[in-house]
Structure formats: structure tokens, C-alpha cells
């Protein structure tokens, strides 16, 4: 419930998480992003492929569309914790062209200039509902929204906002991953606190009735679910 969510600011990880922007000012912006991006979902799916629905070996084989697409949903947004870079800025293709950007993406230059190691996604809104065969305490049960015909599901495009205004509205957080050499530090509250702020700015803007963030974790996973829970989630 948006009311139960807990800020949560402990940590020492000095930089803020950061926004992944969904449109690029040149072709060869979008590409380096997404070849970052690429890169630290499949070094998560690679390092605890017990924490992901996604398997390494399937996402190695998705085609660069595939990636674009989830990169550039307009139902998800993405935040990256980042760290300073070791090494002069490079990509995938030589040395990065900064003439390419300038002050008018600040959040551009922080992704390209810096190293990415952590990673989240929240989806949504999405208009809650229920199963028809759910009773009435599914109105506790936010999750159901994402569950299909018994599968878990997601609109294919952003839902209208004047269909959604007022309304009980759902998110799904995903895809947090923070790499080994850089855990610790409180990277994942603080990519939890943007997605939550993020949540919490749109339902106010759509004069939401209720927002709840779910999540789809292992059961096993405990030190993901404490820190869920010690969010509220
Ligand atoms: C779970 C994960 C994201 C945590 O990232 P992190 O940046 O290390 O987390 P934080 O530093 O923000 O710490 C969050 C909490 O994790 C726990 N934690 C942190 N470091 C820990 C360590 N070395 N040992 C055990 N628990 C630890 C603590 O409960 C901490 O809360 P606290 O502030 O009350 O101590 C990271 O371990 C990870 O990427 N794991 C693999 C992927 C995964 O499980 N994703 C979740 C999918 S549902």
C-alpha cells in the first residue's frame, strides 16, 4: 500500500541511482546504453541465476530488437546505480563521441562516463484487478493483477491516464541486481527508494484511490525478501 512504504536511507553508496532515459539524442548514444545495459542484466542472470526468472543461456540468444524494446518500454522504468569509472570512457566501438551530448543530458553523461553495478525496474501503473474466481480478499493481493489465465503477465503498452486516474493502481518491481564487488554499500535501498519515489510521484499525479508495489521473488532468496520487507513491500 503507498502509504506503507517505508524511505529507507541507510547506506554509503555516494551516487544517486539514475534514471535510464527512454529516447536518445543520436544512434550511437542508444547503442553504447544498450550495450551497457545488456551487460549488466546478463552478468546478473550469469552470477545468481537462482535470483531470475530469465535464464543467461535464453538471454544471450534474444536478438538486439528484443533488448531495445524492454530498454525502451514506455511501461517500465529503469534506475542505475553507478560508480566511477577505473578506466578512460570507452565503449564497444572505440572511444565516446561527448560531442554527441551536452548539459541537456546530465543523465546521460553520468550513464556513459561511469561504470554501471547495479540495476532495477518498476513496471506499471497498472489498473488493479483480480481473478474472477478470487474472493474478496484479493483486494490484499495486488500480485493477482499480474496473473493471467494462471500465468504472469504484462500489458503491452502503457495504459491511458485518464482511464487510470483515481483509480487502485499497481507496479511490479523487477530485475534488481547489484554486482558482487560493489554490494554492501546500500546500492539496493537506494535503487529500491527511486523506484518507490518514482511510483509515488505518478499515483499522486494520477489522484490514485491505492498503489501497491509487488514484487516477483524466489521464496528462498532471503536477503532479497528482508530487504523487501523492511520496505514494506
Ligand atoms: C540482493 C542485492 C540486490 C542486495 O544488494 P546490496 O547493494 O548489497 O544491498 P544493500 O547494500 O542495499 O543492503 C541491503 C540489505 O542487504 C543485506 N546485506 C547487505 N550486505 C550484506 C552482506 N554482506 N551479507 C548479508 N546481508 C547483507 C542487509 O539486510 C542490508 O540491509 P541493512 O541495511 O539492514 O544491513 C544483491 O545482493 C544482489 O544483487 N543479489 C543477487 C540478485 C538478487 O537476489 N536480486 C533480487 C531478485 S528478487
Redesign the pocket.
Known amino acids: 500500500m503507498l502509504g506503507a512504504w517505508k524511505k529507507n536511507n ?2 554509503r553508496a555516494s551516487t544517486e541511482p539514475t534514471l535510464l532515459p527512454n529516447s536518445f539524442p543520436s544512434a550511437e548514444n542508444l547503442q553504447e546504453i544498450l550495450h551497457r545495459y545488456k551487460e549488466i542484466r546478463l552478468n ?1 542472470f550469469q ?2 541465476p537462482e ?2 526468472v530469465s535464464s543467461y543461456e535464453e538471454s544471450l540468444k534474444k536478438s538486439d530488437d528484443t533488448w531495445r524494446s524492454q530498454l525502451q518500454s514506455q511501461l517500465s522504468k529503469t534506475f542505475v546505480s553507478v560508480i566511477q569509472s577505473q578506466e578512460a570512457p570507452k565503449n564497444s566501438h572505440g572511444p565516446i563521441s561527448f560531442e554527441s551530448f551536452d548539459d541537456t543530458h546530465p543523465s546521460l553523461q553520468k550513464l556513459l562516463q561511469n561504470d554501471w553495478v ?1 540495476i532495477v525496474s518498476i513496471t506499471g501503473p497498472i489498473l488493479f484487478s483480480k481473478p474472477n474466481t478470487a474472493a474478496k480478499t484479493s483486494l490484499s493481493k495486488p500480485w493477482e493483477t499480474f496473473i493471467k489465465d494462471g500465468k504472469y503477465q504484462l500489458p503491452a503498452r502503457p495504459l491511458d491516464p485518464n482511464y487510470l486516474r483515481g483509480k487502485y493502481i499497481v507496479y511490479v518491481l523487477g530485475g ?3 554486482s558482487p564487488q ?9 535503487l529500491i527508494n527511486a523506484t518507490i519515489e518514482a511510483a509515488y510521484k505518478e499515483a499522486r499525479a494520477l489522484a490514485s484511490s491505492k498503489a501497491s508495489i509487488v ?4 521464496a528462498g ?1 532471503t ?2 525478501r ?2 523487501y520487507e ?1 520496505f514494506g513491500i
Open positions: 541507510r547506506g546478473g552470477t545468481n535470483a531470475f547495479g534488481l541486481f547489484v560493489a554490494r554492501g554499500q546500500g546500492r539496493a535501498r537506494q514484487i516477483q521473488a524466489e532468496n536477503r532479497a528482508r530487504l523492511s
